[in-house]
């Protein structure tokens, strides 16, 4: 069993940044991939970025270049540091846990935290 617990979300303008982190129990986080996703008003939750067990990162097309997932398996965190945000980057981030890399960028994570609100201004 794994427990994710997200952190880090807040109101920031249009070009700041964030940092989001998500804290995981248990002892075998290292095992687990590792994903971010978002989910807007009114749309799906989408795919923001995911690291492998041997930290291997992918990203969305959308977020490339100014997003930067990042895991600390001593401290059991990830952590998806966020550059240049755009309004259109309001939404509710969730961080995830898989067995594999192919589940943790597609959503079909075994564990998945409650969410922590970004809202990016205008």
């Known amino acids: 069993q794994v427990q994710l617990v997200e952190s880090g979300g807040g109101l920031v303008q249009a070009g700041g940044s964030l940092t989001l982190s998500c804290a995981a129990s248990?002892?075998?986080?290292?095992?687990?991939?590792m994903g971010w996703f978002r989910q807007a008003p009114g749309k799906e939750r989408d795919f923001v970025a995911a690291i492998s067990r041997y930290s291997i990162t992918t990203y969305a097309e959308s977020v490339k270049g100014r997003l930067t997932i990042s895991r600390d398996n001593a401290k059991n965190t990830v952590s998806l540091e966020m550059n240049s945000l755009k309004p259109e980057d309001t939404a509710v981030y969730y961080c995830?846990?898989?067995?594999?890399?192919?589940?943790?960028?597609?959503?079909?994570?075994?564990?998945w935290g409650q969410g922590t609100q970004v809202t990016v201004s205008s």
């Open positions: 995830a846990a898989a067995r594999t890399t192919s589940s943790a960028s597609t959503g079909r994570a075994d564990y």
């Open positions: 248990g002892r075998t986080f290292s095992s687990y991939a």
